[in-house]
């Protein structure tokens, strides 16, 4: 199966899933909750510092879910409307609790493997933590456009939608961000071009 048919097969599932959990199905809820949780949890950890208060961000993207759920059109991906709703809540309860936001190099990582060191990972590993520190250092629009399109594979049009500006500012913010990063990582002594590479 190619990549576009095996994409277009889990949107498919996805509106499937939203469908029914708009019926009020509880078990295509856990379903979706299963598949996105994690996923909304890394995203809401990397805009609040708190750890616990993600968790509480999560369950709460979860259940605006289940609400609106009946009114999902599907005019967007369902993970490009699940992650705008995280960022509403999230940036929701950094206003109201005052958190601050998190850098990128404190975000939670996925369990590694136990395994033997492959020639070359070292050099990666560095390289990897350079880009994270470097995206650190970047504005907060700039770094959640530099986010959403490194770490979860958004198109420019659905974080236009996300973050709720037109595609243009986001391909501005893009080319501004990269010309950012790069130079950040001229200064570390990193090469450069695994900003491309990321992206």
Sequence with gaps: MSEVAQENLETNEDF????????????????????YGERVF?????????????????????LEIWKHAPKFEGRSRVST??????????LNAVRRKEFVTVDIDDAPEAPAEESVTPPGS???????????????????????????TFF??????????????????????????KKQLMGFMVEAGLDPSVVELAS
């Excluded at 499937?16 to 598949?35: H, N």
């Excluded at 409307?81 to 999230?90: D, F, K, Q, Y």
């Excluded at 198109?155 to 595609?167: D, F, G």
Aim: hydrophobic content about 40%.
């Design 42 to 62: 890394r995203y809401a950890y990397r805009l609040i510092s708190d750890h616990e208060k993600a968790e509480e961000v999560t369950n709460d993207v979860m």
């Design 122 to 148: 070292r050099d990666r590993e560095t390289l990897k933590q350079g880009l994270k520190t470097a995206i650190a250092k970047l504005s907060p629009e700039h770094r959640d456009v530099v986010e959403l």
């Design 16 to 35: 499937d899933l939203v469908a029914l959990v708009g019926e009020g199905d509880k078990k295509a809820f856990e379903q979706l909750f299963a598949k």
């Design 152 to 177: 979860h594979g958004c198109s420019y049009p659905e974080i236009a939608e996300i973050v709720q500006c037109p595609t243009n500012t986001v391909k501005t913010r893009m080319h501004h961000a």
């Design 81 to 90: 409307w699940i992650l705008g709703i995280t960022r509403h809540v999230a």
